[in-house]
C-alpha cells in the first residue's frame, strides 16, 4: 500500500462553473502517470458526476483519490442534506435537482446511475443531516 | 472527416483553436450534459446550444476534440479559456440543431451507434 499516490482536493460548493476542476486535475495526473484511456475516462466521468452532485445539493466537500498500480480509490465526502432514499436516487431519470440545475445541463437524474455505471465498486454511507460519503473504486486492466 | 471539414459544412466560425487536423469519426448533439456523459461513447464533436463552462468540462471528460455551438450562440471568456487550456477547438455555427446534424451525418459523420 506504500507505494499509492495520494491527492486531495477541496470541492467549492459556491461556484457551479469550477465543479470539475479536481476530475480534471486527476484526469492529467493519471494521464502523465501513464495509466490506459479507458481507465482514465471511467474515473473521469465518474469523479465529475460525483463533483457536480456536491456542488448541486451539498454546498461542495472534499475528494480523497489514492492511485494504485492496479485501481484507483476516490471518496467524495460532503455534509450536505444527505440522500433520503438511495434506491430512489440510483434510479435512472429520478432527480430532486432544482430546475436552475437543469437549465445549466443536468439534474437528469442520471448522476448516481452513471456513476456505478463506469466504477467497479460504489459504496454510499448517508446520514440525513450529516452527509454523505461515497467510494469509488474503478480497476485498471 | 477532420476538424476543418466540419468547419466547412456548417460554414463555422472558429472561436477557440485546437487542432484543425484531428480525425473525427463520430458526433454526437445535445444539450443535456448528463446525457452526453451517460450515453456518449467515443464521440469526438459535441454539438450544443447549452452554453456554459460546463459543456467544456464535459466534452473534457469524454475526450472530445472539438464543440460546435448551433443557433450561432457566443461563448463567454470563461469558457474559451477553458477550452484553450485544455487544447479544444470551438466554433459556431448559425445553424439550428437539426440542421446542423444533418448536415455532418448527409456528409458522412455517423453517431457511432446503431440505435
Not at chain 1, 507505494?3 to 469550477?18: K, M, P, Q, W
Not at chain 1, 474515473?43 to 489514492?66: F, K, L, P, Q, T
Not at chain 1, 480509490?73 to 432514499?85: K, T, V, Y
Request: hydrophobic share 40%; glycine share 10%.
Amino acid at each position: 500500500m506504500s507505494n499509492a499516490i495520494h491527492l486531495h482536493y477541496e470541492v467549492s460548493g459556491e461556484d457551479f462553473t469550477r465543479a470539475g476542476e479536481a476530475s480534471g486535475a486527476v484526469k492529467k495526473r493519471l494521464k502523465s502517470l501513464g495509466f490506459n484511456s479507458d481507465a482514465i475516462r471511467r474515473v473521469a466521468i465518474a469523479m465529475y458526476e460525483a463533483e457536480i452532485n456536491m456542488v448541486i445539493h451539498a454546498d461542495g466537500g472534499y475528494c480523497d483519490v489514492d492511485i494504485y498500480p492496479d485501481r484507483i480509490e476516490i471518496l467524495l465526502a460532503d455534509r450536505g442534506p444527505g440522500i433520503a432514499d438511495v434506491d430512489k436516487a440510483m434510479q435512472e431519470g429520478f432527480s430532486t435537482a432544482p430546475d436552475n440545475v437543469r437549465n445549466l445541463g443536468f439534474g437528469a437524474g442520471m448522476g448516481l446511475p452513471n456513476i456505478k455505471k463506469y466504477t467497479d465498486e460504489m459504496k454510499i454511507e448517508t446520514t440525513l443531516g450529516v452527509g454523505t460519503n461515497l467510494y469509488l473504486t474503478v480497476k485498471v486492466n | 472527416m477532420i476538424v476543418k471539414d466540419i468547419i466547412n459544412i456548417l460554414e463555422g466560425e472558429v472561436i477557440c483553436e485546437g487542432d484543425l487536423n484531428q480525425e473525427i469519426k463520430t458526433a454526437c448533439g445535445s444539450d443535456m450534459m448528463s446525457d452526453v456523459l451517460a450515453f456518449v461513447k467515443d464521440q469526438s464533436v459535441l454539438l450544443t446550444g447549452l452554453v456554459n463552462p460546463q459543456v467544456v468540462r464535459t466534452a473534457e471528460m469524454m475526450d472530445m476534440a472539438c464543440i460546435v455551438f448551433v443557433r450561432g450562440k457566443d461563448p463567454d471568456q470563461s469558457i474559451i479559456s477553458l477550452a484553450e487550456s485544455r487544447g479544444i477547438t470551438l466554433m459556431k455555427t448559425r445553424y439550428r440543431m437539426f440542421t446542423a446534424c444533418g448536415l455532418l451525418y448527409s456528409n458522412g459523420l455517423s453517431g457511432g451507434t446503431k440505435v
